[in-house]
C-alpha cells in the first residue's frame, strides 16, 4: 500500500522532480539541512487540488472484499451453514461483522442477526463459550431480536447437558445473576422473554454485560534484568550489555509497544495481537477486530478514538503505525488517571480536597522552599487545588505529610519535586518510596516521571528503592528509558544518511502524500509539524519496527506424532515500535531470542552472559540457515549495513555469492525435499517415497558437511516417514541424527531445538521406550516454555505427555 500511494503521488508531481530530489541528495554531506525543503516543495506540489483528490481517492480506495456487503456477507455463510461448512460460515459472519457500521435501527438488527448466525455455528462446532458469547452480544446489539434470547437459553440448556461445568461457568458470568441460583431459572427466563418479544409481552430484559475498561498499558518497559545496561560506542551506537554474568533462559526486557498495529484481515485481536477465533468489531466503523469488550475498550483509549470513523490513507500494518505515533504526539494523555481506575495509586498520593485539607494547604503554601516552586498564580488554597498541578502526599490515615509539584512538558516527560510539611517529621525512606510508586501508578502511563531532589539523602534513597535511577547530580530517572524515550525522534536512529538518493527521495514523497491524506489535517492544520514526524518515522522505522509474530503449527503436518521441526512456523501478525529492543543488535550467532505473548515482547538469553557481552538478537538471518553471503545481501538491503558479526568475521575469505554449481545443488535438493513432502502427505506408495528420501540424504551427506542444517533436515524427512509407517523407533533413531545435527547449531533452548526434542520424546513414547522419554520431555519443556505462551497448545501436549508417563500403570 505505501509503494502504491508512492507511485500515485510521483505520477502527480513534475515529470524531473524526483530524479531532481535524487541529485540533491547525492550531491550534499548534510541531506538534514536539504531535506527540509525539499519536503515542502513537494507537499506544496501534492497540496494543489487536483493532485489533493487523486491522492484523496487513492485514498478511499476498496480491496475486492471491501465491495461485498454485510448483507452478503451474511447470506453468504448461511450457504455455508446449509452445508455444515460451519468453519467457512464463522468466517463470512465475521467478515460480515468486520465490514458492517452501526448506525441506524437497522443496521444494529443485523450486527444482532450476523451474532446470532455465527452463534449458531459455533454451536454447531460445540463451542460452548462462542457461542454463549455471540448470543450475549446479540442481544446487546439489539435487545428486541427475540433470536438472540433464543439462542442463548437454547446454548446453555444444550451445554448443560453436554457440559455442566462449563455451563455453570457461563452462568456465572453473567451479571446479576445469583451465584447461589438455578442455571434452569435462567434458560427458562430468557426463553420467556423470547415469548413476549414474539406475542408483544416482553417482560423487561434483565441486565446485560458491561464491558470492563482497561487502563492503557502503553508504552512501557515491563521489566528490566537489573545487570543489563544501555551502552554507548562509536561503532555500535547504542546497545544492550550485560553487567555480570547471565545465565541461558533468562528474561533479560519485556516491553509492551509504543504503537503497534496487526495486518488486515487476520484472526488477531487489534490491541492485544492475540489470536481471536470469535472477534467482536468497532460498531463505528470497519477498521479494527477485538478478542473481546475489554480490549476494544482499551484500544479506544489508546488509539482508535483518534482513527474511528476517518478515513485512513493505508490499512497495511507499518502505514498505520506511522499514525498512530503521529497521534500520540499530537494528543498528549491526561497528566493523572482517573481517580476510580484501578491502577490509579492506593490513596496515599491523591487529589487535594479544598475544604478538608485547607489547614494543611495553608501550611505548605507558607513554607519558603515550596513556594518557591510552585507557579506564579497559585496564591492560595483555591488557585493551588484549581491548578492541578500538586497532589497530596498521604499517610497510611488519607492525612497529607508534604505535597508533589508536576511539571509536564511536551515530550510526555513530568518533573516531580517532593516537598513535606516542616512542622512534623521529615517521612522515613520507606514512606517515601511507597509515594514514589504510588505516584508512578498515578499519572498516565505515556509519561515518564523525572525525580528532581530537594532532600537529596532521603530522595535519593527513596528513588532507587522505588525503581528510579540516578542521572546527573539532581535527577532520578525511571528506569524504563530516559526521558525522551517515548519522543519518536530520541528513540530510534534515522537511516537518512545511509538510503541511497533514490530511496530517499521516495521517503520524501510518501511523508508528503501521506501529509496530504491525513484524515486530521482539516480539523488542526498542523502541516508544519506533520511533515517532518512523518518524514522522521519513514526515516526510522522500516529498520527499527519489529514484526510481531505467533508460533503456530502447519496445518499440512501429516500427523501429531511425526512433525517435523519445519511444520512449526512463525507467523507475522502485525508490527509494533518497541524502543528498548530497538537498541539491541544483531548477530548471525546471537545470544538471545525475541518471543511474543501477543503484543508483548521479551527478550530472553538463549546462552550465558558473561560480564561486558553485549546482547544480541537475530533480525532473521541465522548462520544456521544461510551462507555468508546471502545474510550479508538481507541485511544490508532491509537494515543498511554490512555485519561484522563472529559468523561472519570467520568466514574463509570474503563472503562472496554461492558458485553456480553450488546455487544449482541448493535449488536442486529443496526441490526434491518439497516433492518427498508432497508424496508424503498424498502419496500411498510409502516405500517409494521411502527411497526418494534415503537418496536425498545420500546426495546431501556426499555433497554437504555432515553437520550443515539440510542435512539434519533429511534425516528429520526419514522420521517422519518411520512414523507415518508405525516404526516408532526407527524414527526416533533418525530423530536423533537430526538433533545432533542441530545441536552444533543453535543453542540448548533455542526454540528449533525445543521442538524437535519434543517431536523425539513423542516418538520414544509411541516406540513404548518409556525410560528414555522424561530427559527428552525435560530438554523440550526447558525450551519452549521461553518461547512459548502459557496456553500454547504444544505446552498443553508436553503437559498431557508428563502426565501419561508419571500416572500408575
Known sequence: MLETIVGTACALLPPTHVSEMEARFASTTDRDTVAPSLLAHTFALLSESSAQEKILAHAA??????????EEWKERGNAHFQVEAFDNAIASFTNGLRGLVVDSPATALLQAVLFTNRCAAWQAKKQWRFAFEDATRAIAACPTYAKGWFRRGKILEACLVDDADIAQTLYLEMPGEDPRGDISTTIARDLRVVQGLVDGTMPPPPPLPTP?????????????????VVQ???????????????????????????????????????????????PVPCDHCAHDMYCGAACRAAAWDDHHRHECGLQLPVH??????????????RFPPPLTRNADDADAGDGVVRAWDERGDAVVLNALLHSPPIRLWLPPHVTDARSLVASQCTLALCDDASMPRGLVRLQPWPNNRVDVWCFFLPSVPPPSIAQQTAWLHALRQRLHPRHHVVVLHTNMDATAAASRAAGFAPRGDHEFVATDGDDASLTI?????????????????????????????????????????????LFLAMC????????????????????????????????????GVYPATAMINHSCVPNSFVRFDGATLSVVASRMLAPGDDVLISYGPHAAKMDAATRQAILRDQYLFACACAACRHVDGPASSPSLSTTQFLKRTRLAEAHILDRLTSSHKLHEVQALAEALLADRLHTLDADDVLVGRAFDLLAQLAAVQGQFWQAYQHCARSIAVLETKYAPVD?????????????????????????????????????????????????ALGAMLHAPP
Open 61 to 70: 480506495a476498496h480491496t475486492d472484499d471491501d465491495d461485498v456487503s454485510s
Open 212 to 228: 470492563t475498561r482497561h487502563a492503557s498499558t502503553r508504552p512501557t518497559v515491563d521489566f528490566s534484568h537489573p545487570h543489563v
Open 540 to 575: 526510522q522505522l522500516p529498520t527499527n519496527v519489529l514484526a510481531i509474530t505467533t508460533t503456530t503449527v502447519d496445518d499440512g503436518s501429516v500427523d501429531a506424532k511425526s512433525r517435523a521441526t519445519d511444520d512449526v512456523v512463525q507467523r507475522r501478525v502485525g508490527v
Open 751 to 799: 526454540a528449533e531445538l525445543g521442538h524437535e526434542y519434543f517431536k523425539a520424546a513423542q516418538l520414544l513414547w509411541n516406540a513404548d521406550r518409556h525410560d528414555l522419554v522424561a530427559p527428552m520431555l525435560a530438554k523440550a519443556r526447558a525450551s519452549l516454555v521461553l518461547h512459548l505462551p502459557p496456553d500454547d497448545p504444544t505446552l498443553v501436549d508436553m503437559d
Open 316 to 329: 497495511e500494518a507499518l502505514g498505520r503505525v506511522y499514525f498512530r505515533l503521529l497521534n500520540l504526539e
Open 489 to 533: 525522534s530520541a528513540a530510534l536512529q534515522s537511516q537518512a544518511n545511509a538510503l541511497s538518493p533514490h530511496a530517499l527521495a521516495r521517503v520524501v514523497v510518501a511523508a508528503a502524500a501521506y501529509a496530504v491524506a491525513d484524515p486530521w489535517r482539516p480539523f488542526l492544520h498542523d502541516d508544519a509539524t506533520t511533515l517532518p514526524r
Open 232 to 278: 554507548t560506542t562509536t561503532t555500535m551506537g547504542r546497545s544492550l550489555q550485560a553487567t555480570d554474568a547471565i545465565a541461558a533462559g533468562t528474561v533479560l526486557l519485556t516491553e509492551t509497544p509504543l504503537a503497534h498495529a496487526v495486518d488486515p484481515a487476520t484472526q488477531y485481536c487489534a490491541h492485544c495481537a492475540k489470536r481471536t477465533p470469535n
